[in-house]
């Protein structure tokens, strides 16, 4: 996995995924986030979003509730930095077996790609 060190992100997207990080640990018990696609990959345009797995403690839960949720602040931040966060809440259990996850794929890709933000 990247580290921000090894892999640094631009000042903006650096600045929207830290401000809805503050939101989404004050409302969530985070383990750890991961940026992936574009913005990760430094091949972003200027109105690409910025994709963040959010991973949550223990079994699956509530995904809708958490998305939604997730959604709210990401609409905050929108407004805030102009960069549309768009939130993925991944439970540990799915991100230590991602075979149990819906899409298998994308897991094994934000871990191979993906920057971690905390």
């Known amino acids: 996995m990247h580290t921000l060190t090894e892999h640094p992100i631009d000042a903006d997207t650096r600045k929207t995924a830290f401000a809805f990080l503050d939101r989404a640990t004050k409302a969530f018990p985070v383990k750890g986030a991961i940026l992936f696609g574009s913005r990760a990959k430094g091949s972003f345009r200027p109105d690409s979003d910025a ?25 905050d931040v929108l407004l805030e930095t102009g960069i549309l966060v768009q939130p993925l809440p991944v439970w540990e259990d799915e991100w230590a077996r991602p075979e149990s996850y819906s899409n298998p794929a994308l897991l094994r890709n934000i871990e191979s790609d993906g920057v971690r933000l905390c």
């Open 51 to 75: 994709d963040i797995a959010v991973v949550l403690p223990g079994p699956r839960g509530q995904f809708m509730v958490a998305k939604l949720m997730m959604a709210d602040m990401a609409f």
